[in-house]
């Protein structure tokens, strides 16, 4: 009988219509994302000035959230695998917009840190939101498809500069934390119609399922299913690296062992992952993905927090004249919101450097320039030459984590063939 798997079906269906309503429904979990992160430069200042806390405390505003994506982005990530893709999207949505509107109203600064760590909880589950999309895009166009998923999480940097710069001169913070939480609750009312994720579906073994939402991108796309029947991969009596899909090696669940148990138990599933990547043939790779993560994730979040630390400094300069400190608030939100414009630049460089140079070369190139960029912010400089630097240090932070994205699961395919190679052998 003949048969077809889902990189099968996406390859011959095409990106059409049906991606880019997915495109914008996740796009919109990275718009929230991005704003709710972006907030850390404006809050923290602010409620140092409000509750005169000291400039540990406000430093532990900003940390906090992030030991909330942490503990989230583990957590989701298993309850994806176990649950599917679209339980992850309703209640990490719910947890992000609940808790980000009720940081809003806290009386007091302890109350406002464990809220804000819930945030980062639900924003933890951000990561589910570029999985389900791209589990939806054909092979051949998922590059572009991670240039053009990142600008939504420009978008959203840009949004929320443009919103604290409007609503902080008007009202106050609590405005902003309120203005910021609504976006997530767009994502409520479209939740019903939104498909889980064929892939998801074919490796718990609920092939009928998975048809069925094949056939709804098939109707949307206007494009013919390939003939046959779906299954999980394809049948071959060699094991190589082209005779299996992508989702053999992303997913831990496999279809003999849901035959067989029905489904992986959620910490077995996590620790067989878990336990593979830090194999013999696969530790080195790991390792160092781990690492380079590390150092976007560093290098990103770091100019994006430097933005504000800066402008606060030259705020907190003697002056004792009211409208000298009011001119240096608004150049906080000015220079926020320039600093978020390099974002698109960064895209379009980076999006030309990978085709010309490659995924690696590209990568350190950025993060070397990045680091170039933020040297002689070590010294004293002025207001415009300091915002150009974190322009162009945002810029290739942006673009090296962009083109990361590209570069990481390429390397894990590679490495998962040693890996089957290293098993063999021995």
């Not at 945030?119 to 990561?127: D, I, P």
């Not at 290739?396 to 040693?418: D, H, K, N, Q």
Request: hydrophobic share 50%; proline share 4%.
């Amino acid at each position: 009988m003949e048969t077809y798997t889902t990189d099968d079906a996406l390859s011959a269906m095409g990106f059409g219509r049906f991606q880019a309503l997915v495109l914008a429904y996740a796009g919109m979990g990275w718009v929230v994302e991005a704003m709710e992160l972006n907030l850390l430069s404006f809050v923290g200042p602010l409620v140092r000035e409000e509750w005169k806390v000291s400039a540990q405390d406000e430093s532990l505003l900003s940390s906090v959230v992030f030991a909330g994506m942490l503990t989230g982005s583990c957590a989701w990530g298993f309850v994806s695998d176990r649950y599917g893709r679209r339980t992850v999207l309703l209640f990490s949505a719910l947890f992000t917009s609940g808790m980000g509107f009720l940081s809003a109203w806290s009386p007091n600064y302890l109350c406002l840190i464990a809220l804000r760590f819930l945030v980062g909880v639900g924003v933890g589950g951000g990561h589910v939101f570029s999985s389900w999309f791209l589990e939806f895009v054909p092979a051949q166009n998922r590059g572009t498809c991670v240039v053009l998923f990142s600008l939504f999480w420009t978008i959203g940097t840009v949004l929320e500069a443009s919103l604290a710069w409007v609503v902080i001169s008007a009202l106050n913070w609590r405005w902003l934390l309120v203005l910021t939480s609504i976006p997530c609750f767009l994502l409520l009312p479209f939740f019903r119609i939104i498909p889980e994720s064929p892939r998801y579906l074919c490796a718990q073994n609920r092939m009928s399922d998975a048809t069925l939402v094949l056939e709804s991108v098939s109707m949307i796309n206007q494009e013919d299913l390939p003939p046959g029947v779906l299954t999980y991969r394809r049948e071959s009596k060699v094991d190589t690296l082209t005779s299996e899909t992508e989702i053999d090696h992303l997913l831990p669940v496999r279809e003999t062992e849901c035959k067989a148990n029905n489904a992986l138990s959620f910490k077995s599933g996590a620790a067989a992952a878990l336990r593979r990547l830090l194999s013999p043939a696969l530790r080195r790779s790991t390792l160092l993905l781990w690492f380079v993560y590390f150092a976007n994730s560093f290098a990103y979040y770091g100019v994006v927090l430097l933005t504000s630390q800066l402008s606060d400094a030259n705020t907190n300069c003697p002056s004792g004249l009211t409208t000298v400190q009011r001119q240096e608030d608004a150049n906080l939100y000015r220079d926020t919101f320039v600093t978020s414009l390099a974002e698109i630049p960064g895209l379009i460089v980076s999006a030309i450097l990978v085709e010309w140079i490659g995924r690696k070369a590209t990568m350190w190139s950025m993060l070397f320039t990045c680091c170039a960029f933020l040297g002689p912010l070590v010294l004293h400089q002025d207001e415009l030459l300091t915002t150009a630097l974190l322009f162009g240090a945002r810029a290739c932070a942006m673009g090296s984590s962009t083109v990361l994205c590209l570069y990481a699961p390429e390397v894990v395919l590679i490495s998962i063939f040693r890996f089957k190679l290293f098993n063999s052998s021995h």
